[in-house]
């Protein structure tokens, strides 16, 4: 009987925990980030090196978006769209900020 392979992903609590399942979107621990796994901008971050290090995945994109994180505008054009919308009218109407 063959066990399943642990993988390391993070839940919507932004926790990390392990799951047998494998992560269906890769995000960036220190840009708040998610897209898909193959997405072209991630891909060649990682071809650079340095990214890997601030990798971590999620299940879905619910999940995602609830630990905090944003979709790519690269590789989820419309979610990033529904997302920039979305925080556009969440700051409408506050003004300038003091400084």
């Given at each position: 009987m063959t066990r399943a392979?642990?993988?390391t992903l993070v839940g919507a609590d932004a926790?990390?925990?392990e799951s047998d399942r494998p992560g269906t979107l890769g995000g960036?621990?220190?840009t708040r980030l998610f897209g898909r796994l193959d997405c072209p901008a991630a891909l060649?971050?990682?071809?650079?090196g340095g990214y890997v290090r601030?990798?971590?995945?999620?299940?879905?994109e619910a999940t995602a978006r609830a630990a905090g994180y944003r979709p790519c505008a690269v590789c989820m054009p419309a979610q990033y769209a529904?997302?920039?919308?979305?925080r556009d009218r969440?700051?409408?109407?506050r003004g300038p900020t003091a400084r």
């Open positions: 392979r642990a993988r926790r990390p925990f960036h621990r220190t060649r971050a990682i071809a650079r601030h990798r971590v995945f999620f299940l879905d529904q997302w920039k919308a979305s969440a700051t409408a109407g």
